[in-house]
């Protein structure tokens, strides 16, 4: 890590934190505000684009309905999730290596195709 | 070497052959054009991760005037993007990045929610139906405009950054990320221009994202577009655009230059 990045872990955490739940109580509160936008890829092609589900899924998990959630979208739902904790755990002042591990780059890729793989043969 | 117009140093190793300060020709000097003066608009940021780049006009806000480092700073941003990055730096306090977005991203914000809510209120005047929750939300977020584009700064930097890493681009940590999302923040006071500017804007912020970048990172073009487009493309699916559009012309490009062989 670079002199002088460490503040700017801690906004991310505290930003990361902040959105997440805000995001989810705005959706509490306002459930009929999130317009469900048609996704272009779906109506051209009737194939889903990988963030499908997305809008759906985090009025359930608003709602607080984790299983729908992770059916209609496992990715995004393990991302707020697992966004939510590591957003806490930089601005309590943990640190990303500053190399990644090689596996983790195509690891990444792996689990968005995977993601999106399972939303297509879901039918979404 | 100085601009024989405007008088300012000139950095080194500079692409254009344009003045960064007063932005005419180096090699012209116009007849009696301007007199030189004494304060260096362009000076060498000796701070932590300064690395030998120069600073923004905003780093020097305080010599220049507020004002005119705002409006040096915002045109440099657009209209000569390399030469900004390239004298960005890369580190060091965040202070100097996060008040110039904090400025012109809060007006920019606030205005567009303007123009959200009065084009929801036209459309209902004009017999349309009224969103009442969608207008409410609207009013809602505006005292909070300073505190969502302080938040936007930061989860724009690491999805952005996020994404760097992903094509293998980020050569100078976060920070290098975080000063090009806020310098290119600025460019959203755009959205003060009614019905188009928000799109003129966020159009014009991806370009400058993807140079500043490129040369905060010094990485390729290539790189910075894919980091900058790769969010877009998972969330829009435009990737798969692209390859069906890539299926349907490549054979007939193929068929067609076969045809005139």
């Not at chain 1, 992770?70 to 806490?88: E, H, K, N």
């Not at chain 2, 300073?146 to 936007?152: I, R």
């Not at chain 2, 905060?216 to 990737?239: D, I, K, Q, S, Y």
Request: charged fraction near 10%; proline fraction near 7%; glycine fraction near 14%.
């Amino acid at each position: 890590m670079q002199a002088g990045e460490s503040p700017i872990w801690r906004g991310i955490g505290a930003a990361g934190m902040a959105s997440i739940a805000g995001a989810l109580l705005v959706l509490w509160a306002f459930p009929g505000a999130a317009g469900v936008l048609a996704c272009p890829l779906k109506e051209l092609t009737s194939v889903p684009c990988p963030t499908c589900g997305t809008t759906r899924a985090l009025l359930a998990l608003a709602k607080g309905d984790a299983w729908s959630a992770l059916r209609l979208q496992p990715l995004v739902t393990t991302g707020v999730g697992l966004g939510f904790l590591a957003s806490a755990w930089l601005a309590a002042g943990g640190r990303f290596p500053g190399r990644a591990h090689s596996v983790l780059r195509p690891l990444a890729a792996f689990v968005v195709a995977a993601n999106w793989l399972y939303l297509i043969l879901d039918g979404r | 070497m100085n601009c024989p117009n405007c008088g300012q140093p000139v950095p080194e190793g500079l692409a254009e052959s344009r003045c960064p300060a007063c932005g005419r020709p180096l090699s012209e000097p116009l007849p009696g054009g301007g007199a030189p003066v004494a304060e260096p608009v362009f000076e060498r940021v000796t701070g932590p991760g300064g690395g030998g780049r120069s600073g923004t006009p905003w780093d020097r806000r305080s010599d220049m005037g507020f004002i005119t480092a705002l409006w040096r700073t915002l045109r440099d941003s657009m209209v000569r993007p390399a030469d900004f990055f390239r004298s960005m730096a890369v580190g060091g306090p965040q202070c100097s990045p996060v008040s110039y977005a904090l400025i012109l991203g809060t007006i920019g914000f606030g205005a567009g929610l303007f123009w959200q809510g009065l084009i929801a209120l036209g459309m209902g005047m004009a017999g349309g139906e009224v969103n009442r929750q969608e207008m409410g939300i609207y009013l809602l977020l505006v005292p909070f405009a300073p505190l969502l584009v302080l938040m936007g700064l930061y989860v724009g930097t690491a999805i952005l950054h996020f994404f760097l890493w992903i094509v293998g681009g980020a050569r100078n940590g976060i920070g290098a990320t975080f000063r090009v999302v806020c310098w290119a923040n600025g460019i959203q006071i755009l959205n003060a221009i009614p019905f188009c500017g928000g799109l003129i804007g966020a159009v014009w912020v991806l370009v400058a994202e993807v140079i500043g970048i490129r040369e905060a990172h010094e990485t390729t073009t290539g790189r910075a577009l894919a980091a900058v487009l790769l969010p877009l493309a998972v969330c829009c699916g435009f990737v798969a655009i692209i390859g069906i559009l890539a299926a349907i012309l490549i054979p007939a490009y193929v068929s067609a230059a076969k045809g005139g062989l």
